[in-house]
């Protein structure tokens, strides 16, 4: 969000989900789209039948690898070096976009002089993606006469993950396969309503629409609106909670629908951090890890017990609409917000969730034209500034959001840890078709079709090292271990262990790394080092 | 556009140019049986129950794959269209079971619905009728072959919508079927379970396994609303009946995904049941989490929150948000740390 924030002056994808079909091209890295985001993985596939061409960047032999025209198998960790090679050639080729790049960018000639250096030779020996298949890339993604860069966790779970996506906003702009129909840079967002918890400001940086805390005048709107004192200074990221709490800086926590134990990394560092709190409040629908070390537990009600919205990763908010009434005793989670602010001497007095909408609408630009009603049945996608606008399809038509789009300058950069000789192995991480984070376990007729981690190792491995398919083997890093089943399948490279995060009984992020991103503080979930030893 | 002007059972209507007839006839609610027609899928003129008499044709056309042309006069509703549908339907009906009483479709299925309207006994076609195994080995999908009617747009929407190409026709004759390749159970086979092929069939040839039982057509009220598992926002709608929910299906007008869902999405929502949802507060005594009531459990948050605030200040309270939650809940809990407690420290756990 952070990087294309940056670039083009809005974090958002630029593109709609059915722009798809239409695309000429896709260049899809970083993004198993069958698996983490199926329909959207479906509609690449319609594309494809219609007659597009695909290039796919994953260390993995993805759904969509077996689909792609181009299948470029990077090492991991190495994707800006794949990108200043793939703009090396663009430009060595006269492949750029130069109208483009001089009416609507800024900073272009200091990129052209970086990526200089990543010569597809030199390029081909940091990823391993042979020469050919660079060019044949470059050549697709940079004549195609519409071109889409797709990219999920793959690109922003790695230390240098806001680095990794201006790389992308730079291949964009020096192309000009953005700011037009089925053209665009577009983060497909992995959980049902990130957006919109970014969208309404569940930041330590920013009000509603993406508005400053620091900026006077939008501090002086809001308590204006809400009548107290803001403070203008940005809170602690969730990686500066654990810390802040060991050292006692910070004493009580309030989760809210999340589960910080099973799904941050370096999940042992995460549990010390909560145990450390004075107070610790969990608001979920399951007894999840978290909660079970909580003070008090509140019952949330699940989508199917609530009235509301979400936005989407393609900015459409969309009703979620009451089926039923909250389970046993509990509550929408609005209400119980409520219910404390009114306790702590602050009523919230909202009558109904088209209520808060209204007050949302009227504080944040982006969301000023939109009601429930006018939702409906389709949605809108935002921005939506007044109550006639129709919404927006895709962003950057005729100008970027920030004016001109910023070419920024970018190196390679390892990750913070790699395999070695104690921890030889890289283990990667990231989500299967049949499960969604850590919650469809709970879903008895998903867990009894996929009830247990499946870790990908590849053949040669599993030979060396003696395992037989479905063995349960003991994974181990610098911070944790586990134990988990093994599938032996090619899909991984040599000297790769690929998991997901699905599983209680083999809760990966013990293993994975706490390092983050220096911009977004995103955790590098997709690079680190394990040993895996046969258990008898 | 190019407008055409043709007439349908006598009347003048105007379509745009390329319009099929059955289209034609939709578009002006003139009501034509289909079975093997969907529309978000491409036609395959398979069951020609949509046969109409067009003047100047010689046979009687499926209506799905005629191009309407200027000046057609199409008859929809005359005997002789009507018995051909007829001999159709009592053909169909011939290899079908007549156990609709206990079928999961009743209600909801089109070969009832027209053999009841074209006045079909059964009774006149006899002969031998399939006995194929059922298919109920997986989680999520029953399929009867011995109900399929080989209209293909299961097969269809496999290749279509799905891009998996799982499903074909197999055998010949009276023998043809409908499955995976050498008819395996659909969980043997390469099969997504994205149920888009239960979506469309028109007969209980496939059905949501999870739903058997629990709940006749009638009596479930269906509530459009948007899926909750990863970023794409599929809406689909929840099947309640005495206020529970029952199950998933499509919903044909959902903005992003139209009718295509993801194993997920579909049959994921017995989630919502788990025995695992806390369904009381709990408040932990003696170091162990006891069932407390609401004024219990808010009032303690609400004193703690209060001392640690007065004690250490707002900066030494955090809260983390939920990427699961409405942007209504989202925006409450950000304005409840900002304007309650008085921090920013908030933040949810995927700002990338």
């Given at each position: 969000m952070a990087g294309l924030a940056t670039s083009f002056g809005s974090g958002a994808m630029t593109n709609s989900i059915n722009e798809i079909p239409n695309t000429k091209v896709m260049f899809v890295i970083g993004s198993n789209a069958t698996e983490a985001h199926p329909v959207i993985g479906t509609k690449m596939k319609q594309a494809l039948a219609k007659g597009a061409k695909l290039i796919v960047v994953d260390p993995r032999r993805i759904d969509l690898a077996e689909r792609s025209d181009v299948w470029l198998r990077l090492r991991p960790g190495t994707d800006i070096a794949l990108i200043n090679g793939i703009m090396n050639i663009i430009i060595a080729n006269g492949w750029e976009d130069r109208a483009f790049i001089e009416a609507r960018t800024e900073g272009y000639e200091k990129v052209k002089e970086t990526v200089q250096k990543y010569t597809p030779e030199v390029v081909s020996q940091v990823t391993g993606v042979p020469v050919e298949q660079l060019v044949e890339a470059a050549k697709l993604y940079a004549t195609a006469e519409t071109a889409q860069i797709f990219y999920t966790l793959g690109i922003?779970?790695?230390?240098?993950g806001t680095d990794n996506v201006m790389s992308l906003a730079n291949l964009a702009m020096l192309t000009g396969n953005i700011g037009k129909e089925s053209s665009g840079v577009n983060p497909m967002r992995g959980q049902n309503n990130v957006q919109g918890a970014c969208d309404m400001g569940a930041l330590p940086d920013v009000y509603p629409g993406y508005q400053k805390v620091a900026n006077p005048e939008v501090q002086a709107k809001f308590e204006a609106a809400w009548g107290v004192p803001l403070d203008p200074n940005p809170g602690f990221m969730i990686p500066d909670m654990f810390e802040a709490a060991v050292s006692k800086d910070l004493r009580a926590l309030y989760v809210l629908g999340e589960d910080p134990v099973i799904t941050d990394a370096d999940a042992n560092h995460v549990r010390k951090g909560l145990k450390a709190l004075d107070f610790l409040v969990v608001q979920e629908i399951f007894l999840s890890e978290t909660a079970k070390l909580a003070d008090v537990v509140l019952p949330g009600a699940s989508y199917a017990e609530k009235t509301g919205t979400f936005s989407n990763t393609e900015r459409r908010v969309q009703m979620v609409n009451q089926a039923i009434k909250p389970i046993g005793n509990a509550k929408t989670d609005g209400e119980i917000i409520c219910e404390l602010a009114t306790r702590m001497g602050y009523p919230f007095e909202y009558q109904s969730s088209e209520e808060v909408m209204q007050e949302i609408a009227k504080l944040t630009p982006i969301f000023a034209g939109i009601t429930h009603q006018r939702l409906g049945t389709q949605g809108l996608q935002w921005p939506v500034p007044h109550a006639e606008h129709p919404g927006t399809k895709f962003l950057h038509e005729g100008k970027f959001n920030r004016g001109l789009g910023q070419f920024v300058a970018i190196d390679n950069q390892l990750p913070a840890e790699l395999p070695d000789e104690k921890y030889p192995f890289l283990l990667s991480t990231g989500r299967k078709l049949s499960h969604y984070n850590v919650f469809t376990q709970h879903s008895p007729s998903l867990e009894n079709y996929s009830p247990e981690e499946l870790a990908e190792i590849n053949p040669t491995d599993a030979k060396r090292l003696k395992l037989k398919e479905g063995e349960v083997v003991q994974v181990s890093s610098r911070r944790g271990e586990l134990k988990t089943k093994i599938i032996i399948t090619e899909r991984v490279p040599v000297g790769m262990v690929f998991m997901t995060l699905h599983y209680f009984d083999s809760p990966t992020n013990v293993l994975t790394n706490g390092a983050f991103d220096k911009v977004t503080k995103t955790y590098e979930y997709k690079v680190c080092g394990v040993q895996i030893s046969k258990l008898s | 556009m190019e407008w055409l002007t043709i007439t349908i059972d006598g009347r003048e209507v105007s379509v745009p140019k390329g319009t099929t007839v059955l289209d034609a006839c939709r578009m002006n609610n003139i009501p034509i049986p289909t079975l093997c027609h969907a529309p978000e899928l491409t036609s395959a003129g398979a069951c020609r129950l949509c046969v109409v008499q067009i003047e100047g044709m010689r046979n009687l056309p499926p209506s799905c794959v005629t191009q309407a042309a200027q000046g057609m006069k199409v008859e929809t509703q005359n005997p002789k269209v009507r018995n051909a549908r007829k001999t159709i339907l009592e053909l169909l009906v011939a290899n079908h079971p007549l156990d609709c009483m206990t079928c999961q479709k009743m209600g909801d299925c089109s070969l009832a619905e027209y053999a009841y309207e074209y006045g079909v006994t059964g009774e006149i076609y006899q002969g031998e009728k399939r006995n194929l195994p059922i298919d109920s080995g997986n989680p999520f999908i029953l399929r009867d072959p011995n109900k399929c009617i080989m209209c293909g747009k299961c097969i269809k929407a496999c290749t279509e919508i799905q891009g998996k190409s799982i499903l074909d026709f197999s055998h010949r004759g009276f023998n043809t079927q409908v499955g995976p390749a050498f008819n395996l159970p659909y969980h043997e086979s390469d099969c997504d379970f994205c149920g888009s092929c239960v979506s469309v069939c028109p007969v209980g040839a496939l059905v949501e396994k999870q739903m058997v039982g629990k709940g006749r057509p009638w009596e479930v009220s269906k509530v459009q609303t948007t899926c909750p598992f990863c970023g794409v926002g599929c809406n689909f709608d929840l099947n309640v009946k005495d206020g529970k929910v029952i199950g998933v299906t499509s919903n044909p007008d959902a903005p992003v995904n139209g009718k295509a869902l993801c194993v997920k999405g579909r049959f994921g929502m017995d989630m919502i049941y788990s025995d695992n949802r806390v369904t009381t507060p709990l408040i932990r005594k003696d170091g162990v989490l006891v069932p407390a009531d609401w004024d219990e459990a808010l009032d303690l948050i609400a004193t703690k929150l209060g001392e640690i605030k007065k004690t250490y200040g707002p900066n030494s309270i955090a809260a983390l948000s939920s990427a699961h939650c409405t942007n209504e809940e989202n925006y409450l809990m950000q304005k409840f740390m900002r304007a309650v407690i008085g921090t920013n420290n908030i933040d949810h756990c995927a700002r990338t």
């Open positions: 922003t779970e790695h230390t240098c | -």
